[in-house]
């Protein structure tokens, strides 16, 4: 191969292009990025980030300089002269994935603030917004995936946390003094923020659809416990209902005055039924905010919720709009077999967008393992290497350390074996006929580490 294209240059894309030059590929390397920066770390964003209490400088001067002088100049979509990389703001230097000894190394031309709309398969070919064309021999794709929202335009003070951009704009929002703020959504991403809004002295709501939060992931008995966590950390928890509308502020008539007396969303902007109680929609719609400030979030039981801040967390969706119109199979991700390729050889698809054998993982480890194994199969233009890695994901929540590693059956049942819940710190065993399958510990590292160590041997025994 002349040329490698990664499309994504977050997590996945970077370990992606760390992965071609370690296994030997020498040639053009180009990196296509939506969001006009360097790859950064976005675990903190709904943590530290948002309970940080000082704005860190944007700019760091060397970076920058550093940046610019390892890589090549763009051209200027509007004049057609050359300009420097969009990327002169880094993101907060405690974020980034990379240096510019890095960069360097890597050698590679980041093309950021520019996303890719198709892949022009006979011309082997990928397709930016800005009208060029990248030929390409080999494509890596990373696009990741983006928050899911609400349908119907966002009124202000409604947020999604998924980006850097994101987070800075809800950060904005908590710091103007206490909010009520509800948090629709009970996964990690709702629990994290909940937990961080707590710490910032916010009154918190959480609105979970299901009967416990985090039900889907650690099973009855574990979901239990996190609804705990939210209660003895301070925020209340309500279960079992969906959301029915958000009520708002209308924005400023001519005369400047706000009319108060618009209360509620309309009928065609309130969310949908689903079994999740949340629309499963993507919202079509990216447009300012023209619909005022929000005020309340509506239940479907009928109750009513003030709010100043409301956090959507109701789950990801891939990114692969821009793949409509070639062979490659998507649905919930683009569909790979076990070594992360896809329908053509000369396609791998790598973290949250990749579907990989059947399952799409939201991990971080998923996101810097999958690389070295689709790579390794792009190289060779065929599966050589399924992934084995192991499952594993971790969350802090209102001071307490969440970890699991395995696969949790649907009908397995749960062993304490060291600590005890009551107590805030302990690892469970997932067990199913009469063996280990997967561990949960809160707070357990140590007892931890040795199941998930265990797991991963029995899992490469049984390969």
Same mark, same amino acid.
């Given at each position: 191969?002349?040329?490698?294209?990664?499309?994504?240059?977050?997590?996945?894309?970077?370990?992606?292009?760390?992965?071609?030059?370690?296994?030997?590929?020498?040639?053009?390397?180009?990196?296509?990025?939506?969001?006009?920066?360097?790859?950064?770390?976005?675990?903190?964003?709904?943590?530290?980030?948002?309970?940080?209490?000082?704005?860190?400088?944007?700019?760091?001067?060397?970076?920058?300089?550093?940046?610019?002088?390892?890589?090549?100049? @763009?051209?200027?979509?509007?004049?057609?002269?050359?300009?420097?990389?969009?990327?002169?703001?880094?993101?907060?230097?405690?974020?980034?994935?990379?240096?510019?000894?890095?960069?360097?190394?890597?050698?590679?031309?980041?093309?950021?603030?520019?996303?890719?709309?198709?892949?022009?398969?006979?011309?082997?070919?990928?397709?930016?917004?800005?009208?060029?064309?990248?030929?390409?021999?080999?494509?890596?794709?990373?696009?990741?995936?983006?928050? +899911?929202? *609400?349908?119907?335009?966002?009124?202000?003070?409604?947020?999604?946390?998924?980006?850097?951009?994101?987070?800075?704009?809800?950060?904005?929002? *908590?710091?103007?003094?206490?909010?009520?703020?509800?948090?629709?959504?009970?996964?990690?991403?709702?629990?994290?923020?909940?937990?961080?809004?707590?710490?910032?002295?916010?009154? @918190?709501?959480?609105?979970?659809?299901?009967? *416990?939060?985090?039900?889907?992931?650690?099973?009855?008995?574990?979901?239990?416990?996190?609804?705990?966590? &939210?209660?003895?950390?301070?925020?209340?928890?309500?279960?079992?209902?969906?959301?029915?509308?958000? &009520?708002?502020?209308?924005?400023?008539?001519?005369?400047?005055?706000?009319?108060?007396?618009?209360?509620?969303?309309?009928?065609?902007?309130?969310?949908?039924?689903?079994?999740?109680?949340?629309?499963? +929609?993507?919202?079509?719609?990216?447009?300012?905010?023209?619909?005022?400030?929000?005020?309340?979030?509506?239940?479907?039981?009928?109750?009513?919720?003030?709010?100043?801040?409301?956090?959507?967390?109701?789950?990801?969706?891939?990114?692969?709009?821009?793949?409509?119109?070639?062979?490659?199979?998507?649905?919930?991700?683009? *569909?790979?077999?076990?070594?992360?390729?896809?329908?053509?050889?000369?396609?791998?698809?790598?973290?949250?967008?990749?579907?990989?054998?059947?399952? +799409?993982?939201? &991990?971080?480890?998923?996101?810097?393992?999958?690389? +070295?194994?689709?790579?390794?199969?792009?190289?060779?233009?065929?599966?050589?290497?399924?992934?084995?890695?192991?499952?594993?994901?971790?969350?802090?929540?209102?001071?307490?350390?969440?970890?699991?590693?395995?696969?949790?059956?649907?009908?397995?049942?749960?062993?304490?074996?060291?600590?005890?819940?009551?107590?805030?710190?302990?690892?469970?065993?997932?067990? &199913?006929?009469?063996?280990?399958?997967?561990?949960?510990?809160?707070?357990?590292?140590?007892?931890?580490?040795?199941?998930?160590?265990?797991?991963?041997?029995?899992?490469?025994?049984?390969?």
């Amino acid at each position: 191969m002349n040329t490698v294209t990664v499309v994504g240059a977050s997590l996945a894309g970077l370990y992606a292009a760390r992965e071609l030059r370690a296994q030997g590929f020498d040639g053009r390397l180009v990196m296509v990025g939506a969001e006009p920066y360097l790859p950064y770390d976005r675990p903190p964003l709904s943590k530290s980030f948002l309970t940080a209490t000082a704005t860190t400088a944007v700019t760091d001067a060397s970076t920058i300089t550093a940046l610019d002088a390892a890589t090549p100049t @763009v051209t200027d979509r509007a004049t057609g002269t050359a300009a420097h990389p969009p990327y002169a703001s880094a993101p907060e230097d405690h974020l980034a994935l990379t240096d510019p000894e890095e960069i360097a190394d890597l050698a590679a031309e980041w093309l950021l603030g520019t996303r890719a709309t198709g892949l022009d398969q006979r011309g082997r070919a990928v397709l930016l917004d800005d009208g060029r064309t990248v030929v390409t021999d080999g494509v890596v794709v990373a696009t990741g995936a983006s928050a +899911r929202r *609400l349908p119907g335009p966002q009124p202000a003070g409604v947020h999604t946390l998924r980006t850097l951009a994101d987070a800075r704009a809800l950060r904005a929002d *908590l710091t103007c003094g206490p909010r009520r703020v509800v948090v629709i959504g009970g996964g990690f991403i709702g629990a994290e923020t909940a937990s961080s809004c707590v710490a910032l002295g916010h009154d @918190v709501t959480v609105v979970e659809a299901a009967p *416990l939060p985090l039900l889907p992931q650690l099973g009855p008995d574990m979901a239990l416990f996190c609804a705990d966590l &939210h209660r003895k950390g301070g925020a209340r928890l309500l279960t079992g209902t969906g959301v029915a509308g958000l &009520h708002r502020m209308a924005p400023a008539s001519a005369s400047g005055v706000a009319d108060p007396g618009t209360p509620r969303l309309g009928p065609s902007n309130r969310a949908p039924s689903s079994p999740s109680g949340i629309s499963d +929609r993507p919202d079509p719609s990216d447009r300012p905010d023209l619909s005022g400030h929000v005020t309340a979030v509506e239940l479907s039981d009928g109750r009513v919720l003030p709010a100043d801040v409301v956090v959507v967390g109701i789950g990801a969706v891939p990114n692969t709009s821009w793949l409509s119109g070639t062979s490659l199979t998507v649905s919930d991700g683009v *569909l790979c077999d076990g070594g992360c390729v896809t329908s053509l050889a000369q396609v791998v698809a790598v973290g949250d967008v990749a579907r990989v054998d059947g399952v +799409r993982a939201e &991990h971080w480890t998923s996101a810097t393992e999958q690389p +070295r194994v689709a790579v390794r199969n792009l190289l060779a233009a065929r599966t050589v290497e399924p992934v084995a890695a192991l499952p594993y994901f971790w969350s802090d929540q209102y001071g307490s350390r969440i970890q699991f590693a395995g696969h949790r059956l649907a009908d397995a049942t749960v062993r304490i074996a060291e600590g005890s819940p009551d107590d805030g710190g302990f690892l469970a065993l997932y067990e &199913h006929a009469g063996r280990v399958t997967a561990a949960l510990a809160v707070d357990c590292p140590r007892p931890f580490m040795r199941a998930r160590r265990e797991l991963r041997v029995r899992q490469a025994t049984a390969a």
